[in-house]
């Protein structure tokens, strides 16, 4: 169970990937960050940086790989 507070939630992804009509938006993305860790997302335009931060949130639906935020595994909960 992941630890809830005024610090934040875990965030866990492993080999997240979305895929689009036009190919992969970004794809093998593994995250491990603790309660309260500044995670920074880095990268060119049209690199996926925009789809990978809707997937962490619940937003966009993956079409591989796992994710946790909190307690909620996504993109079902």
Known sequence: MAEHGAGGLAVSARDLGVEG???WAFRG?????DPGSLIAIEGPSG???TCLLLALTGRMKATEGTAVVGDARLPKQ
């Open 21 to 23: 009509p036009r190919g």
């Open 29 to 33: 993305v593994r995250v491990e960050a």
């Open 47 to 49: 690199s996926g940086r």
